[in-house]
């Protein structure tokens, strides 16, 4: 009965607390510290709980979960005196049921699944037993991103040789029971898919499906989705790595964990824990989503450099790394390494692009690597000097480039296109004959940015619903005419939002080779406007736009009577429209001596520009022969051109 009664005041006083008049002014002071002989300290902030070792980092008041009776003290009296007046010791105030659950600096309760999806997180994290032509040579991390396609650090797997002797370990950690799981050990096949960036310390491997003892199969372990999403961690956020430290069996690091700085372009710092064999490791946010490909730790350097051991000298390998005095860790951005295998990777292995969309926000991307457009070294984009060296030897057989005739130059295109490439936009012109200074692709009538990525996707749709309507066809057993089947791609084609435009018309040359898949006049084009443009001849038109329904198509150009007048690039689109003319005399009948004098003033109003330099050697180096009107203007006026 005591204890019942004992409890009943207690919940008084907690009432009478939290209707307390002194609230508000308790609320206003500062935090103190109460140690376990229920002395004060002045030190404000912090409040411990005797024999429980807890400190809290904020004032109660501050906690959503704490009452809102205990404020925050200036000092020991103001404390006393707040005791007295409500008949309370401080083991009482301590033990107080309200005060009981408290949030310590946030709150780090997570939903105990958490632990679930950590493991499965988990199963596609492998060691790597690392070997060259000399042995092995230490471990290292890895995870499975993709069906057989697994990632890790460039300075783990430098190259196709370590790949081809190294191997993957799955499974290396103990059980539920702390017993060894069952090994099972991958090779590597560099020989299907090998890419390696050392800028960025990645390299991405094909597994094999099987493991040695050909009782495992890879698709068991899953595998990490990457998000190239940007936001998905921030400073202060907390990480988790699944690693394999020194080698040893997996291991997860979840305490002193936080995000310490995402300022830099293509990596994040934090200060999770960490060992030799880590590198490759993924790092995780609280969704476990990777955020991170973890590659390095960051030490501490004195003013000239140099590294310091953690009793502040100057460090040396033979204090090994452990006397190393580590700041924080460093793994690089998924955003950045996506973005390299979305634009780079995926151009050499097509494959990519089934497990790794293209990236949407291509601007937020670049601004968090670091790349500027007003800053891109175009020396690698378009190398003058060399290109002037190459064009001086082109046309060197030619007395008077300038005064040269229209069967002169004929020849010459005509003699130097050795290399003749069938129609094939996804091989030949998007990866990077159509690139402009950016890296981005612009249609070529409204301007309008894309990447890379979309514009091969797109073809390889295309394919795959030519290869469907194959199969539809053979199951049938109907008869289908050329023209139709040549129809209905053509429809599938104009589905899609972008598609090749020849700005000679395919219909003009009834799509023969090696004019359908000559580089020069063929340029990136949205499918809306490829449409709008029809089949018509370029030519300039009055009072443009003119009508409501040719407002609708203004970004890319106005149609009428017959004629197309794009809205961007005419001096680009009459240079190949030139080209065109010379290279294939007599080929199309379409350009009378009017229309050919409407591109000689389009030339001349909008002048060669960088992205059609660049073009213009790039396809030289694939089929040999160059755009004289890009490499000297003058002759647009220059040479009589054949109607």
Not at 497 to 523: A, I, T
Request: net charge negative; aromatic share 10%; proline share 5%.
């Amino acid at each position: 009965m005591k204890t019942f009664e004992k409890f009943l005041a207690q919940v008084k006083r907690a009432e009478q607390r939290l209707l307390s008049p002194l609230e508000g002014e308790l609320n206003q002071a500062p935090a103190a510290v109460i140690n376990s002989e229920h002395n004060f300290s002045s030190t404000p902030g912090t409040f411990a709980q005797p024999n429980a070792g807890v400190v809290f980092r904020k004032s109660i008041s501050d906690r959503g979960s704490a009452a809102p009776g205990i404020g925050k003290f200036v000092n020991p009296k103001q404390i006393n005196d707040y005791l007295q007046q409500h008949n309370l010791n401080i083991t009482e105030l301590i033990n107080d049921r309200l005060l009981r659950e408290r949030v310590i600096s946030g709150d780090d309760t997570l939903d105990v699944n958490y632990l679930e999806k950590g493991v499965q997180a988990g199963r596609a994290v492998c060691r790597i037993n690392i070997y060259s032509a000399e042995g092995e040579e230490g471990f290292g991390t890895g995870f499975l991103i993709a069906p057989q396609l697994l990632i890790t650090n460039h300075h783990v797997i430098p190259d196709a040789q370590y790949a081809s002797a190294s191997y993957a370990e799955f499974n290396y950690e103990k059980g539920i029971h702390d017993l060894p799981l069952s090994l099972k050990v991958f090779s590597f096949e560099p020989s299907k898919l090998f890419y390696t960036n050392e800028e960025l310390d990645y390299t991405i491997v094909w597994v094999a499906e099987a493991s040695t003892d050909g009782f495992g199969k890879l698709q068991e372990f899953g595998y990490l989705h990457l998000n190239p999403g940007l936001g998905k961690t921030k400073e202060g956020n907390f990480v988790s790595i699944i690693q394999h430290p020194d080698g040893k069996m997996k291991k997860v690091a979840l305490r002193q964990n936080e995000v310490t700085n995402l300022s830099l372009p293509k990596f994040i710092r934090y200060v999770t824990d960490t060992k030799s064999g880590s590198s490759g490791a993924p790092v995780f946010n609280d969704k476990w989503e990777v955020v991170a490909l973890h590659h390095a730790g960051v030490p501490r350097y004195n003013a000239e450099g140099k590294i310091l051991n953690r009793s502040g000298a100057v460090w040396d390998k033979s204090q090994g790394e452990i006397q190393v005095d580590w700041l924080e860790n460093e793994g690089v951005r998924i955003s950045s390494i996506v973005y390299d295998i979305t634009t780079v990777a995926a151009v050499r292995f097509p494959l990519l692009w089934n497990y790794f969309q293209p990236i949407r926000n291509v601007d937020d991307i670049r601004k968090s690597m670091g790349i500027s457009i007003d800053t891109i070294d175009t020396g690698n984009y378009y190398p003058e000097q060399e290109d002037n060296v190459q064009r001086q030897k082109y046309y060197a057989g030619l007395e008077n480039i300038t005064a040269a005739t229209f069967q002169e130059l004929h020849d010459l295109l005509a003699d130097t296109h050795t290399k003749h490439h069938n129609y094939n936009p996804s091989k030949y012109v998007y990866p990077l004959v159509d690139l402009h200074p950016d890296g981005q692709i612009r249609s070529i009538y409204s301007n309008k940015a894309f990447s890379v990525q979309e514009l091969i996707l797109a073809d390889q749709k295309v394919d795959i619903d030519r290869q469907l309507r194959f199969i539809e066809i053979s199951k049938t057993e109907k008869l289908i005419g050329s023209n139709d089947f040549d129809a209905a791609v053509e429809a599938l084609e104009a589905a899609l939002p972008y598609n090749c435009e020849h700005v000679v018309c395919q219909s003009w040359f009834n799509k023969q080779e090696p004019m359908r898949g000559d580089l020069h006049h063929l340029f990136a084009c949205e499918s809306r406007c490829n449409s709008f443009r029809n089949n018509f001849p370029y030519r300039d038109l009055p009072n443009y736009p003119q009508t409501e329904s040719e407002k609708i198509r203004s970004d890319c150009g106005n149609v009428e009577s017959g004629f197309f007048e794009p809205e961007h690039n005419k001096g680009i689109v009459a240079r190949a429209v030139l080209y065109f003319l010379v290279r294939y005399p007599g080929a199309i009948a379409v350009y009378d001596h009017e229309s050919i004098q409407v591109l000689k003033d389009w030339s001349k109003e909008q002048p060669v520009s960088l992205y059609e330099k660049h073009r213009n050697r790039e396809i030289f180096l694939m089929q040999g022969n160059r755009n004289p009107f890009i490499d000297y203007p003058e002759l647009v006026f220059t040479l009589e051109f054949r109607a």
